[in-house]
């Protein structure tokens, strides 16, 4: 059980080295704050997503899959950071990334010592497509209701499947039977985070592997985990931004970050000043990239197991 313990930290290490990079343009960071979710919010809830990782990893290894896989842990993860902060939501998203891999890592860890990043994340996304229920679904919308993030309206079209907002949403979820999976799936389509586990984690993968060529590069952490985000802005339109703004502005948010990344890149000590006036202008508009905050954290957990060498490999 002490190897499951050590993976849960390694996974959880994303939260605290994302929020701890700066200046993200447009994200909370050691020198931001927002309004009711500070750079100590999600510090600590690095700590307490580690304890739900780790149980999650015990599931994983004992195949404890019966009335849920991961709703639960999702819930009480959103809980439990929001009690002990008093802030707003801080992991909604990353403890929807990082959840299915703890899982995996459990199960992975029962069956060899040696695993392979890519049968990770695809054994996350098979959990979860071949395990997870109803329930799961109804304690997953608990979790968004709790979070209540802004994004999300009671007027949003959701094309047949329940409402997080409706009064009767548990009862449509278990009477219709519907599984997370199958919300996933639906959310994929307009959601990044949804599409990243229902894509077995393709931009994360992706990530991480930039920001290990920054870290070669330069070798500077808060340097490599900036340019990562930025690297992930320039290719994803944020899901938040999106909704929250409309298609026009996430596209443009896109199109400045990949001017940006190369100026960026091929800078040297300047590259911080560079950052700073695009983090201005997002914090002015208070137009916040929290998806491709979350898709950096789980970029940022990767790498960190995929340094351990002698359990995973690429």
Known sequence: M???????????????LEVSAYPKPG??????????????????????????LYRGAIRGYYKRYNRYTIGDLIYRIVRDSMQITGGGNTCLGSSLLLTPLSLSIGELLRERNNIDINDLVRKACNII???????????????????SPSYLRKTDETHG?????????QEEIIGRNI??????????????VAKEIVSSYKESIDAMKFLNNRLANHGIWNRAVVETYLYLL???????????YGLDLAENVMEFARHILDRVTGANREWINIVMDFDKKLQSMKCNPGSIADITASAISLYSLWKKRSILRV
Do not use: C
């Not at 919010?41 to 700590?47: A, K, P, R, V």
């Not at 320039?234 to 929250?244: L, Q």
């Open 2 to 16: 002490y190897r499951l313990g050590y993976y849960a930290v390694l996974l959880s290490s994303g939260i605290g």
């Open 27 to 52: 994200n909370v960071h050691r020198l931001v704050d927002h309004g009711d979710t500070w750079f100590e919010d999600f510090i600590l809830t690095s700590n307490v997503i580690t304890y739900w």
């Open 129 to 147: 497509q071949k395990y997870s229920t109803a329930h799961d679904t109804v304690m997953f919308y608990k979790a968004i209701r709790k979070a």
């Open 161 to 169: 499947y329940p409402n997080v907002w409706s009064p009767s949403y």
């Open 179 to 192: 599984s997370l999976w199958r919300i996933l799936q639906y959310s994929s389509k307009t959601d990044v």
């Open 234 to 244: 320039s290719k994803i339109r944020d899901t938040v931004i999106a909704r929250k």
